[in-house]
């Protein structure tokens, strides 16, 4: 699928947070700064005035505008042709900076959006590269509900109308948070990080079997509510007979893992039958799966006790 980012869609984006206005060039505001049909998903969409490696968008904070008004007027005005030479999608001043008359009319005549931001230019920067990190990411719906459990992202999958919906329902009354139901889109923001989060139409609300889709923020207020989540644990709910779940593992964990976006997470299968309390299932998982990620395994301090016993026995 193809994607794309105008200065337009920057401005929506992020013109709150960078307090961005226009300055001039208001015509080019469709201009691409990404197009996945001719970059590389790695693509850096800004950076400082760069005439040799230019980028989309070009920024001048307080050095390079301290460059600019120091050259003669002729190399000022051979700058200038080679900064819009190069068709930048914007070019951006931060610090509060004013812009040089020659930069501004510049902009004027070609088109080109010129914005400013009261923010210094190291958190500009930041934001603008953050910004497309998460936009250019990989990405992957799957299905399930995805919860805050105890503050970790938990993902409950199963087949359907095994119980996903009735269960995050409990997890959330007992005080824990949706994330997303039935199709929640998880992006890779790091190397071995996931990242979910709900698509907005689907956003605050839950569907239950028997009582329809229900408004989780409107039932239990805005705490009951959570944007978004790192992915670190799935729990896999399995409909099984007690027959079945009599010749289970004793001691440990039914665990594996599965494949996200090319990052392993920790899957944990929870038997479903008559009788068991999944809520207290699920919290539970989460809290053994903390201990074991602090580096505590109850199985081996188990067997341990034992050994020491057939020890002392002997």
Do not use: W
Not at 168 to 175: D, N, V
Not at 182 to 202: K, N
Not at 205 to 231: C, H, P, T
Not at 271 to 277: E, H, L, M, S, T
């Amino acid at each position: 699928m193809n994607r794309q980012i105008s200065v337009a869609d920057l401005l929506d984006a992020l013109g709150g947070r960078l307090k961005l206005r226009v300055l001039a060039g208001e015509g080019g505001l469709g201009r691409l700064i990404f197009d996945s049909e001719h970059h590389s998903q790695d693509h850096i969409i800004a950076g400082p005035l760069n005439y040799i490696h230019p980028t989309p968008i070009q920024i001048i904070g307080p050095h390079e505008k301290r460059y600019l008004a120091g050259l003669p007027r002729p190399q000022l005005r051979d700058a200038l042709e080679r900064l819009f030479a190069a068709r930048p999608a914007a070019v951006l001043l931060t610090n509060r900076l004013k812009p040089l008359p020659e930069l501004e009319k510049r902009a004027r005549a070609s088109g080109t959006p010129l914005l400013a931001s009261p923010l210094n230019d190291s958190l500009v920067l930041d934001n603008l590269q953050y910004y497309a990190a998460r936009f250019l990411s990989a990405r992957a719906i799957l299905h399930g509900v995805f919860l805050d459990v105890l503050g970790m992202g938990v993902l409950l999958t199963g087949h359907s109308a095994v119980g996903k919906s009735e269960l995050a329902l409990e997890l959330i009354t007992r005080g824990h948070r949706l994330v997303a139901d039935d199709a929640p889109e998880f992006r890779r923001i790091a190397p071995d990080v996931i990242s979910g989060t709900c698509p907005p139409l689907l956003r605050e609300f839950l569907e239950v079997r028997g009582l329809g889709v229900l408004d989780i923020r409107a039932m239990f207020g805005d705490n009951a509510i959570v944007q978004s989540m790192y992915l670190q644990l799935i729990i896999h709910l399995k409909r099984m007979k007690l027959r079945e779940i009599a010749h289970m593992e004793r001691l440990r964990t039914a665990d594996d893992t599965q494949t996200v976006l090319g990052v392993e997470i920790p899957r944990i299968t929870v038997p479903v039958a008559p009788g068991r309390n999944l809520a207290i299932l699920v919290e539970t998982a989460v809290r053994n799966h903390m201990l074991r990620l602090k580096g505590y395994d109850p199985v081996q301090v188990f067997i341990e006790r034992q050994r020491k016993a057939i020890e002392e026995s002997s």
